[in-house]
């Protein structure tokens, strides 16, 4: 089964930028004979500070996201904070994704399923893998049609995530489709001086360990020039080395 493929900027800074982005998406699709689905956020609602970039906001994002997604033939995924906006979201995401730290919110599960959309949920950092099945309970009883999940490491102490591939087994147990989300896996969580760290060298490697446990799917958070990204840059992958790291996971 050829693996799932995630991509694009944390945040959504510019159009200028999604275009750049989904423009070499769609160049690894052709080559590679891979479906690669275009990710980014019109909102970052759990930035570490205040001051920092949130998005566009749901209106202008989503029509930036619809941009994308017409011009270049591109599923689209963006994830949601609050119940309400997942109606409006649907209406051009094709994956609608509940951050971690949110995946027990049920009014925003049960929002996403009722949109007839694949809904991905990241498993929190505070979860083992098998305690995914509630959240997949809640999703199923609200009528979604396909439900993913996703592994993206664990608090390891302040600061610092571990990941336990043995998650990967255990969520399969649960789902057919489960990710690993190699970038936010390398994350140092507000480890920065009031923002997020990470070390974008172990990304590739934690891909390949994702795949020695059965992951199904990969996303990655890609820029051109990560260390002046808006959001996530030190964990980033460089737009430039996307192609060379999934070609390692076929």
């Not at 990969?218 to 840059?233: I, L, M, T």
Request: with cysteine; net charge positive.
């Amino acid at each position: 089964m050829t693996p799932i493929f995630i991509a694009g900027p944390c945040v959504i800074e510019s159009q200028e930028l999604l275009d750049t982005v989904a423009t070499e998406l769609c160049r690894i699709r052709d080559r590679l004979g891979v479906d690669i689905i275009f990710k980014s956020s019109f909102d970052k609602a759990n930035r570490t500070s205040l001051s920092s970039f949130r998005g566009p906001g749901l209106e202008t994002g989503i029509e930036m996201l619809r941009r994308v997604k017409e011009r270049f033939s591109l599923r689209v995924l963006t994830d949601i904070h609050e119940a309400w906006q997942a109606k409006r979201a649907a209406e051009v995401a094709d994956v609608l994704q509940i951050p971690a730290f949110l995946c027990r919110q049920t009014d925003l599960i049960v929002a996403a399923a009722k949109t007839s959309r694949v809904v991905n949920i990241k498993k929190a950092q505070f979860l083992s893998g098998s305690d995914m099945l509630y959240p997949v309970q809640k999703a199923r009883a609200a009528g979604a049609r396909e439900v993913w999940l996703t592994e993206r490491g664990n608090s390891f102490g302040y600061n610092n995530l571990v990941v336990d591939f043995r998650n990967i087994p255990d969520m399969l147990n649960i789902v057919p489709n489960v990710i690993m989300d190699c970038t936010h896996s390398v994350q140092r969580p507000g480890a920065a001086g009031g923002k997020t760290g990470g070390d974008r060298k172990f990304v590739p490697m934690m891909a390949k360990a994702a795949k020695a446990f059965g992951a199904t799917g990969y996303f990655f958070e890609v820029h051109p020039d990560p260390d002046n990204a808006k959001s996530d840059g030190p964990n980033m992958l460089y737009l430039k080395d996307l192609e060379q790291t999934i070609r390692g996971l076929l």
